[in-house]
């Protein structure tokens, strides 16, 4: 199994970018999708989540109504819309998934066994 994140790029503050996660393994299918993202000296954080089927959401304060989280079932990849961007938004943005149901920890990055590499996010201010 592996999660192909792309995306990344540097914007200036107030613009948009859209993050895609690729998940690859043919008998691999995911129960959950989200983001986290990490930015130079602080710890992994949680950014949004998304349950494949049928789609219910999470979202962290910091990010809600400026992202959105979806997933196309039939491409198997997930995608993060990121609005109104903000110099605090500039991290390295991760996708992950999960082959199993997630309930209360599905903002902790340990209920997540399948990670991508990261696509960096760039916002000047």
């Known amino acids: 199994v592996q999660l192909q994140a792309s995306g990344g790029g540097l914007v200036q503050a107030g613009d948009s970018l859209r993050l895609s996660c690729a998940v690859s393994?043919?008998?691999?299918?995911?129960?959950?999708m989200a983001w986290f993202r990490q930015a130079p000296g602080k710890e992994r954080e949680f950014v949004a989540t998304?349950?494949?089927?049928?789609?219910?959401?999470l979202y962290a304060d910091s990010v809600k109504g400026r992202f959105t989280i979806s997933r196309d079932k039939a491409k198997k990849s997930g995608y993060l819309q990121m609005n109104s961007l903000k110099p605090e938004d500039a991290a390295v943005y991760y996708c992950?998934?999960?082959?199993?149901?997630?309930?209360?920890?599905?903002?902790?990055?340990?209920?997540?066994?399948?990670w991508g590499l990261g696509t960096q996010v760039t916002v000047s201010s």
């Open positions: 393994g043919r008998t691999f299918n995911p129960r959950h």
């Open positions: 998304i349950r494949w089927d049928p789609g219910y959401t």
């Open positions: 992950a998934a999960s082959s199993t149901t997630i309930s209360s920890t599905a903002a902790t990055s340990s209920a997540y066994a399948y």
